[in-house]
Structures are given as C-alpha cells and as structure tokens.
C-alpha cells in the first residue's frame, strides 16, 4: 500500500483517517483526520468529539491519544485540544494538536527492539552510495539490495552500539509504459545485544547527525525507525526546516567529503559522545551559525562565546582565550593566517574589539564597522573555530585539501 503512514517520513506531508480513542479506552473513540505537515504542527479533527464528552477534554494536562488508521496502522501520541467548532451535542468537531508520535505496524504491546534506523538531509549523497545488482531471472526484475556495511562500535552513557550504514531500495512508476524509477536511500543503523533505550538513543542519533554536521553541512533529522523481527515503530518528531533547503548557502565554504574522513569517523564519533562539557558548549555555539540564518554580527558573537565557554575554567580575558584558541592550531594554519591578516596580535585585537562594541556599545576602542571587513574578518574565525572542534575530536586537519579549504576562506571576497 503505498499510501501507508510508515512508508512515509518526517518531510512528506500526508493525511490519513482513523478511529481515535483517550487512554487506550478504545471502547470510547471516534473517527477523524490526521493532517500531517513537515515544519508545522500536526493537527487532527474528530466527530463526534469522543462521544460527545468535551467537558472530559478541557484540560491544559496533555492526553495519550491513540489511533487506529484506516490501514491498520497504530498511532501513538501526545495531545492537546486546541478547538471546536459546531459545538452541539453530536456534532462537535474537536481540534487536536499532536506533537511527536509513533506508528505502529503491529498492535500487541510487546516491542523490545534491538536495531534502529535513521537517516538525515543529504545522507544519500554524503556516505558511500553502494550500487544495486538486477539479476537476469527471466521474467520480471529482481533487485538485490546490498548487505549493511559495519562502521564500529560506539559506546554511548555505558551502552554499546554497533554502527553501520545500511541501504534499501524504492521504485517509483512513471507510466503505463512499465517505465519506472529505482532509487537506492542509504541511512545509519545501530544495533544493540540489548534492548535499545528510545530517550537515550534518540540522544546519540542526534549527537551522530551533529558529528556530520560540523564535518559536512546542516541537517535535519528525516526517518528514525526502530525494528524488532516484523514489527516497526516509525517516529515522526515534527521537524523544523533548516538553511540546508537554500542550496546556495554554504555557512564556512568548507566540505570535507566521507573519503576524507573514513578512517577517523568511528573514533571522532566516540570522542564527540564522550566529550567534555567545555567542547559541547563551543559545539553548540558554533551550531547556532550552520542551523540557523542570522546577522554576519551575530556569528560573530556566537563564535567568541564558544571560545569563552570552552576556556571558562580558565582565568582568562576573551583576547587572552582567543590567543590561546590560535596557538593550538598547527603552525601551518597560523602562518596562512599571518600572511593573510598581517600582524596576528592586531587581527585578534580587531576581533576582540568589534565583540566588545557588539555587546556593551563601547566606542572607546573603533571596531571594526566596514561591513566587508567585519563579514571578512568573521568568516575566517569562524573557519578556525570550526577547524578547532574537527582537531579536538580527533580529524587530522594538516591534510592539503584542508589547508586548501582555509586558503580559499582567506581570499574568498564576500560582498
């Protein structure tokens, strides 16, 4: 059926009917629609409003809500009730919000899964892409889909997972014709001896599609399916769209490819879920400006707060912290740099300077106001914080197409 809700993922709007009850009291429901809208709130209708008991539902406490859709799938999620309309006894129509929910394809209660699969914006053109066979049987067209390749082991909060990549094929018709597409989708999979934990591995997926967005680009969380045997809960957790739908944007013109990093993936994996509080906070800062749009100024703030947050221990000024941030990077980066910017001492006072006029509006000391310089200046430390993390994680950053990149970030004119 390929109108079926698992068949779908957190970027394709759909709709779907089905019976909904409160409570698991499915003595209790009525019929209605879910309307499904990737980067919106999902909203669904019924009639009657659960047999007419609205004053049941007027609670700001959220309610388990579960549906059975009209192909048998389960739907599990949490609701509020947002509105109605025709408010009469029998015909009013109650308007539900849904947050993060589930479906089922099975609808006994038992579920210990031990795989889980997901993938991300852009993971079909970023990890290796294996290639289908189609054997010659005759009649029809048989697709042998290729085995999942192991990347490692991955230890997350004392839990191990393995990891690999993992590849699955879809077919799309075109016409009358017997033309039609095949498609292959790659995704990640980790798999457990044990039970897997939904909260603590929904932490770790989301930690690995932080890992390739400091080595690739921003992403966003797209299918996330755990799997037991023949049974599949797929989660659809509302995702809000991100400047990766811009293709134009590229935030530090800077991309390391999975050739470049392949060796090193599964320890730089371990070293970022295991790392410090400090280098979580520089992460995090330097993510506000790859995820999300803003003012070159603000970079620039966020930027010279994660280097504060990852010295903080430290009793340090912030021109003090910047140096040291610097003098970490190989000799190689400090030199392209000094070629470029001339005095390295100015550069970082010009930096320090435009911050501290950024945030208090002190003119005692001239920032940098050329909006090409400042847009200049804020790019290139925004590189070198994102070559900082690449380091600490464990990349090898002295390799040439990386110094390239920074070369190209040096001279790149921004108007």
Not at 85 to 104: A, V
Request: a neutral charge; aromatic letters at 14%.
């Amino acid at each position: 059926m390929k109108n079926k809700i698992s068949d779908k993922n957190m970027f394709q709007n759909f709709e779907v009917k089905a019976y909904w009850f409160l409570n698991d009291n499915q003595n209790s429901g009525s019929y209605g629609f879910l309307k499904y809208n990737a980067g919106q709130d999902s909203v669904f209708e019924i009639s009657p409003a659960f047999c007419d008991k609205t004053e049941q539902f007027n609670s700001p406490s959220p309610y388990d809500i579960c549906g059975i859709s009209e192909y048998g799938e389960i739907i599990r999620g949490i609701g509020y009730r947002v509105g109605s309309s025709f408010n009469h006894p029998g015909l009013s129509i109650e308007k539900i919000q849904f947050f993060d929910f589930s479906i089922d394809n099975f609808r006994d209660d038992s579920f210990s899964p031990k795989l889980v699969n997901f993938s991300a914006t852009d993971f079909n053109y970023w990890f290796p892409n294996q290639k289908f066979s189609i054997p010659d049987k005759g009649l029809g067209v048989i697709i042998e889909t290729p085995k999942a390749t192991e990347i490692g082991k991955i230890k997350y909060d004392n839990f191990d997972y393995i990891l690999k990549i993992g590849y699955a094929n879809s077919s799309e018709s075109q016409n009358y014709n017997h033309k039609f597409n095949i498609r292959m989708n790659t995704f990640l999979m980790l798999e457990a001896d044990q039970t897997l934990a939904e909260n603590k591995t929904m932490q770790l997926i989301q930690k690995i599609i932080e890992m390739y967005e400091i080595i690739a680009e921003p992403a966003s969380l797209k299918d996330v399916c755990y799997i037991e045997g023949n049974k599949k809960r797929k989660l659809f957790l509302n995702p809000k769209y991100k400047n990766f739908l811009d293709n134009k944007y590229s935030p530090n013109l800077f991309f390391l490819d999975y050739n470049d990093v392949q060796s090193e993936l599964l320890s730089v994996i371990n070293n970022w879920v295991s790392s410090s509080k400090e280098l979580q906070l520089l992460v995090d800062d330097y993510l506000l400006t790859v995820n999300y749009r803003s003012v070159i100024e603000n970079d620039l703030v966020n930027y010279t707060q994660g280097i504060e947050s990852y010295f903080r221990n430290e009793r340090l000024t912030l021109r003090d912290k910047i140096n040291k941030f610097i003098e970490e990077l190989p000799e190689s980066y400090r030199e392209l740099l000094s070629e470029h910017v001339g005095n390295t001492d100015d550069w970082i006072g010009k930096l320090v300077s435009t911050r501290v006029f950024l945030t208090h509006g002190d003119r005692e000391n001239m920032a940098v106001s050329n909006p090409y310089k400042l847009v200049q200046m804020t790019k290139i430390f925004g590189f070198m914080v994102r070559i900082f993390i690449l380091q600490k994680l464990g990349i090898t950053i002295d390799k040439p197409k990386i110094l390239n990149k920074f070369k190209n970030v040096l001279t790149t004119h921004y108007y």
